[in-house]
């Protein structure tokens, strides 16, 4: 399974694939973005199964991606790892089509609740 890891921040790309591990998700193929913008063109080029995005990033954020997506009819899971994650973003999310939200900080229980359901 594929799982693209999109952060303007590369330690935090690199807890999200050590917290996927920890969670029990071994095996998963991870590539990463550090926009929106790289993201858009790298899922064009070979779509993931699951999409794990921040919000806030310089050049495309992670609610601009999604709605990219949309626009180029490419239905991918995707899920905010943000850390905000105030009542009007869970609600934007949901009207994006985001599958889940899971604020900072996260644990490997957190991953595994709202994950299962997405990976295989």
């Not at 999200?16 to 080029?45: C, H, P, S, W, Y």
């Not at 995707?78 to 900072?104: D, H, P, Q, Y």
Request: aromatic share 6%.
């Amino acid at each position: 399974m594929k799982v693209m890891v999109v952060d303007d921040s590369l330690a935090m790309r690199l807890i999200v694939m050590k917290t996927l591990r920890e969670a029990g998700f071994d095996g998963l193929d991870v590539t990463q973005a550090e926009d929106g913008a790289k993201a858009l063109e790298a899922i064009k080029n070979d779509e993931p199964d699951l999409v794990l995005c921040d919000w806030n990033m310089p050049n495309m954020t992670g609610p601009e991606l999604l709605s990219a997506l949309k626009d180029e009819g490419i239905n991918v899971k995707f899920g905010f790892v943000t850390t905000e994650a105030t009542e009007e973003m869970r609600n934007k999310a949901s009207e994006l089509g985001a599958r889940f939200l899971i604020a900072k900080p996260f644990t490997p229980d957190t991953f595994r609740e709202k994950l299962t359901p997405y990976i295989h």
